[in-house]
């Protein structure tokens, strides 16, 4: 079955870090392009950040350029998002899916996605 997990979210005061990771299986992870997308409260499901096959490019929304950082691990099957100098605008539910790709690079638009986790919560507030 696949399967998507993501984790390691909460609540953190502004300024604040936390790593999120996206735990893959059911599928060939390495074929694929992994991206994190957030829900505010209210608002529509935004792209945060990419990143492609064998990691050969990046990818970042430029309200989270310089202070997040997407990175995989494919001899785990996980994908991780750094994400530091948090914001209140951070806020929201944090989604990783997967993008089954036949040219390198990835791209930011949800239709073009495969599979897709249950999300995490991410809380900034002082």
């Known amino acids: 079955q696949v399967q998507l997990v993501e984790s390691g979210g909460g609540s953190v005061q502004p300024g604040g870090s936390l790593r999120l990771s996206c735990a893959a299986s059911?599928?060939?992870?390495?074929?694929?392009?992994i991206g994190w997308f957030r829900q505010a409260p209210g608002k529509e499901r935004e792209g945060v950040s990419c990143?492609?096959?064998?990691?050969?490019?990046?990818y970042y929304a430029d309200s989270v350029k310089g202070r997040f950082t997407i990175s995989r691990d494919d001899a785990k099957n996980t994908v991780y998002l750094q994400m530091n100098s948090l914001k209140p605008e951070d806020t929201g539910v944090y989604y990783c899916?997967?993008?089954?790709?036949?040219?390198?690079?990835?791209?930011?638009?949800?239709?073009?996605?495969?599979?897709w986790g249950q999300g995490t919560q991410v809380t900034v507030s002082s």
């Open positions: 990143i492609s096959r064998r990691s050969s490019s990046t």
């Open positions: 899916a997967a993008d089954r790709r036949v040219w390198s690079g990835c791209v930011l638009t949800e239709v073009e996605y495969d599979h």
């Open positions: 059911g599928f060939t992870f390495d074929y694929y392009a």
